[in-house]
């Protein structure tokens, strides 16, 4: 049978097909195949391994490591040096992504306010260098050191990188970007992935800073392939509403750092301000005394932050009860409710029951269990939760509390907090260390959710 001399790929998706079709197998957009030719072996390149020279150095693990450690460049934001694990560090590429208006061209602004002497080109193809000055103005920064290009063609981009020779570049958005080397148009997933590799190589051959402002799509992942994620070295993400007035920066992935690292901001008429203390901003404006609220000790990357669990359980007036979760997953809730009406007697059918996280932080962490079922509980009796309490715990089937990361340094963020019991699983409590002891506050050790229930004198 004769090869195919081309291959279709998808410009919304990047699927590729050996046949033409109309519609893409995969993700079923109509009219997105476009030609492209497949790869072909380059003559000469077949031969054995052994003729081939300048094979790369074979190096011992156990070799001592003489190079000096690249010195990171301090954003002059110590909620954004912790989410980039330390600072920029020099010639890595960050992708930056979050709903329109969240704030993402007034923080890459913000940068230049303290990177100095650091050049930075801020490539803009959605604003013109007049608005970004006039931004800027809002902002107070007042910097020589910042370059405005308004520009989508990437051939150009890269003839300014040549000339201006910058430090950081800063590009807003991928999505505009554009290269003459395909048809598709501006924000297909053949330009974002040709234009992001094209300047990943020019920016780390030359020791400049990348980063990447990317749009989301309306499910919140970042839009454009999954290959640009692969392709950075770090990737951030704005959690929360932009309606709202404080931001969360979630790192998504950090080859320099941990990941699941957050930094809080406050959007005001001056720009983006440092949140130092997000946990006071978290359970801020908290009502004590209502049923339904509990406030769980969270670890968020490598610091403790306690948030406000808010149930609010009705009775229903459809024919399947409502499950509406704002902040946490909702299969984890209904496991939750699950296990609150099967082994404690709490149960849920014919009530609807809305769950949120209050400030619009999301959690993944299972240690966030307890404070649900603890939050459902409350509303379901109608009974409200003592106000100096908090707790962490994960939930297993059998309504089990089961053992969680970083014990004490929860225990520590609800006594800095002036918060007096803490109710965490059985096995956190075994062995701590006697500085934790000493703590002002009453740390209470369950073994299961009906213990905990009982503490807080909640009963099914
Ligand atoms: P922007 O950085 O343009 O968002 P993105 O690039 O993510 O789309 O932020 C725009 C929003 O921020 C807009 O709703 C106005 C608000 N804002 C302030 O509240 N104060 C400010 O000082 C600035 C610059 C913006
Ligand atoms: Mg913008």
């Not at 390149?45 to 094979?55: A, C, S, W």
């Not at 704030?103 to 803009?124: D, E, F, N, V």
């Amino acid at each position: 049978m004769a090869k195919p001399a081309c291959r279709y790929t998808c410009t919304s998706c990047g699927a590729v097909s050996l046949k033409y079709s109309g519609k893409c197998f995969s993700c079923q957009s109509w009219g997105t195949l476009e030609e492209s030719p497949l790869e072909e072996t380059l003559p000469g390149k077949t031969g054995p391994l052994h003729e081939v020279k300048d094979l790369p150095v074979s190096e011992s693990l156990l070799l001592e490591n003489k190079a000096v450690p690249p010195q990171r460049i301090s954003t002059g934001m110590q909620e954004l040096d912790r989410v980039l694990g330390g600072g920029l560090m020099p010639a890595s590429a960050v992708l930056i992504g979050g709903e329109p208006g969240i704030g993402k061209s007034t923080l890459m602004l913000q940068l230049a306010r303290h990177t100095s002497p650091c050049r930075i080109l801020y490539i803009s193809g959605e604003e013109s260098p007049s608005q970004i000055r006039d931004r800027a103005k809002r902002l107070s920064i007042q910097s020589d050191d910042v370059i405005l290009v308004s520009e989508v063609n990437l051939d150009k981009i890269i003839g300014v990188i040549d000339r201006d020779k910058p430090d950081i570049i800063i590009i807003d958005s991928i999505q505009t970007l554009h290269t003459g080397d395909f048809r598709s148009s501006a924000g297909t997933v053949t330009q974002i992935r040709e234009c992001c590799s094209a300047l990943l190589r020019e920016t780390k051959q030359r020791n400049i800073v990348l980063l990447v402002i990317g749009h989301i799509t309306k499910s919140g992942s970042l839009s454009g392939p999954k290959t640009l994620e692969h392709m950075v070295d770090t990737v951030l993400q704005f959690e929360g509403e932009s309606f709202q007035r404080h931001r969360v920066i979630r790192t998504m992935k950090n080859r320099f750092g941990p990941t699941n690292e957050i930094g809080v901001f406050r959007m005001d008429e001056h720009g983006l301000k440092e949140v130092t203390n997000p946990s006071e901003l978290f359970i801020a404006g908290r009502t004590s005394g209502v049923p339904g609220n509990a406030i769980l000790a969270a670890i968020e990357g490598t610091r403790a932050l306690l948030v406000e669990v808010q149930a609010l359980v009705s009775k229903t007036n459809y024919p399947v009860p409502q499950r509406i979760c704002t902040g946490i997953d909702s299969k984890r809730i209904s496991i939750l409710l699950a296990v609150l009406e099967k082994r404690l007697g709490f149960g849920t059918w014919g009530q609807d029951v809305f769950i949120k996280v209050a400030g619009g932080l999301k959690l993944a962490e299972p240690a966030s269990d307890l404070a649900v079922a603890c939050a459902v509980a409350s509303g379901l009796n109608n009974t409200a939760l003592s106000p100096g309490m908090v707790c962490a715990g994960e939930i297993g089937l059998s309504g089990e509390t089961r053992a969680i990361s970083d014990g004490e340094r929860r225990i520590r963020e609800a006594a800095h907090l002036g918060f007096d019991t803490i109710i965490l699983p059985k096995e956190n409590t075994r062995e701590l260390k006697p500085a934790i002891r000493k703590l002002p506050l009453k740390i209470i050790g369950c073994s299961s959710l009906q213990e905990a229930l009982e503490e807080m004198k909640l009963s099914g």
